[in-house]
């Protein structure tokens, strides 16, 4: 019973994290881009403080429930264990991504003034949410595979 307690508990962090980010770029983001470039900049700051705080927290633990989904389902050389291995292998490098691409422009984003931005936040807003699309991507992915391990 335990382990499939443990897989569920994977899939829907997993899943609400990707659901999460898709929404972030199919939803929020484009509505924001609609706004007033000053209602924009102080949408935009607070939203990214915030997710900047929660969302490493919640990859985190994603990563290690997706580790022990592999380790649960070994041998990882082949079978359901070797697509629960690519998912943790695209999970991890989505964060190395993350980490390396999009945190450095959230982290001016969030601290900018927004009475009075700095010149070229728009552009590191849209180089952001390109950035973005490709972590949604890569995260469907991952989810895709770790729902091929877990029913295959």
């Known amino acids: 019973m335990m382990p499939i307690a443990y897989d569920i508990a994977t899939v829907t962090l997993a899943a609400t994290m990707v659901g999460n980010e898709f929404a972030v770029a199919a939803f929020i983001h484009p509505q924001i881009r609609k706004l007033n470039n000053s209602t924009h900049a102080q949408t935009a700051a607070p939203l990214?403080?915030?997710l900047g705080k929660a969302m490493p927290l919640w990859y985190g633990l994603v990563l290690m429930l997706l580790g022990g989904a592999a380790f649960e389902h070994r041998?990882?050389?082949?079978?359901?264990?070797?697509l629960l291995a690519f998912a943790v292998s695209i999970w991890a490098a989505t964060i190395v991504f993350t980490i390396t691409m999009l945190v450095p422009i959230n982290n001016r984003i969030?601290?900018?003034?927004t009475e009075n931005p700095y010149t070229g936040w728009l552009k590191d807003r849209a180089r952001w949410d390109w950035l973005h699309q490709i972590r949604v991507v890569?995260?469907?992915?991952?989810?895709?595979l770790l729902l091929a391990g877990l029913l295959r």
Request: proline content about 9%.
């Open 48 to 50: 990214a403080a915030v």
């Open 75 to 82: 041998p990882v050389s082949r079978g359901p264990g070797l």
């Open 110 to 113: 969030a601290k900018m003034n």
């Open 138 to 144: 890569l995260l469907s992915v991952t989810l895709v």
